[in-house]
């Protein structure tokens, strides 16, 4: 099993920044594919930021349109963390945000592990 814990939500005013991290334990993989998703009231979950092995020591970096040039995820695997870097913060972006790994990169919902999620609220 692999559990993930994130920490670093809260309130920021429009154009603030905010950094999360996601902690996993477990049987954790530096070959897993981490990625963040977020949750709006109302709304279906959806893919925001994602990295995976892409081998030769290097990790891809993939990035939902709405956040692309804002966002930043990144990994440290000797911490066994995930980090999402968020800059020029929007009202749009207030949400749930979920941490997940899965042994396959994908876009979807479909991962294996999920956190609890940590609230971010982006005042106007």
């Known amino acids: 099993q692999l559990q993930l814990v994130e920490s670093g939500g809260g309130l920021v005013q429009a154009g603030g920044s905010l950094r999360l991290s996601c902690a996993a334990s477990?049987?954790?993989?530096?070959?897993?594919?981490m990625a963040w998703f977020r949750q709006a009231p109302g709304k279906e979950r959806e893919f925001v930021a994602a990295?995976?092995?892409?081998?030769?020591?290097?990790?891809?970096?993939d990035y939902a349109d709405s956040v692309k040039g804002r966002f930043t995820i990144s990994r440290d695997n000797a911490k066994n963390t995930v980090y999402l870097q968020m800059n020029s913060l929007k009202p749009e972006d207030t949400a749930v945000y979920y941490c997940?790994?899965?042994?396959?990169?994908?876009?979807?919902?479909?991962?294996?592990?999920w956190g609890q999620g940590t609230q971010v609220t982006v005042s106007s």
């Open positions: 997940a790994a899965n042994p396959i990169y994908t876009r979807t919902i479909e991962y294996d592990y």
């Open positions: 990295t995976r092995w892409s081998g030769r020591n290097t990790y891809y970096a």
């Open positions: 477990g049987r954790t993989s530096s070959n897993y594919a």
